[in-house]
Structures are given as C-alpha cells and as structure tokens.
C-alpha cells in the first residue's frame, strides 16, 4: 500500500498549482483523504479533507476559497487544486489516508518572486 505525491514546485505568488496523490494497494473508493502540510520547526498542518464518497470536504481557514481538494476514483488519485498562492504555503505538502494511518512521501512547494 502506498501514496505517492507529485506536482510541487516553484510558482510565483498568485500562481496555481495541482498536486496528485496516487494511491495503490487498498480500495480507494472506500478511503477518505486529506492533505496536510509541514514548514521545518513547525506541526504538520491539516489543509483539506475529502469523505469517501466524495461529497464531503473540509478545509483549514488558512486556505478556503483558495484550495480544492477532489477525487477521481477512477485513477485512485486525490487532487489539491492550489490557486492564489501566498508565500506562507510554502511547506511540504502530504498525502494522507487515515483508514490505514498512510502517510506519502510530500512534495515540495515553494511560493516565491
């Protein structure tokens, strides 16, 4: 079982970037999601959520109307649409899935002139 995240990058302040979590080795369909994110001395952050079915979502006010957070079943990925961005996004960005306690291996965005 593992989720692997992809996507980071370097982008401008007001840019966008999607970050992808592929999932493998367990029924996606049946896992919620969420995405969290880390800056070096600080606790990981949660950034959005998404329920099983899809239907569901919750974000951290740090990013509402900033951030979506989808799923596409059918190629056991979960996306986070980033839009807007500020320089205090930049952090390690990670996958999580809380049904096997799945943790993926973050990627790197940095929001910068």
């Known amino acids: 079982v593992q989720l692997v995240e992809s996507g980071g990058g370097l982008v401008q302040p007001g840019g966008s970037l999607r970050l992808s979590c592929a999932a493998s080795g367990f029924t996606f369909s049946r896992s919620n999601f969420r995405w969290y994110r880390q800056v070096p001395g600080k606790e990981r952050e949660l950034v959005a959520a998404i329920s099983s079915v899809g239907d569901g979502t919750n974000y951290a006010d740090s990013v509402k109307g900033r951030f979506t957070i989808s799923r596409d079943d059918a190629k056991n990925t979960v996306y986070l649409q980033m839009s807007s961005l500020k320089p205090e996004d930049t952090a390690v960005y990670y996958c999580?899935?809380?049904?096997?306690?799945?943790w993926g291996q973050g990627t790197q965005v940095t929001v910068s002139s």
């Open positions: 999580y899935a809380p049904r096997f306690a799945l």
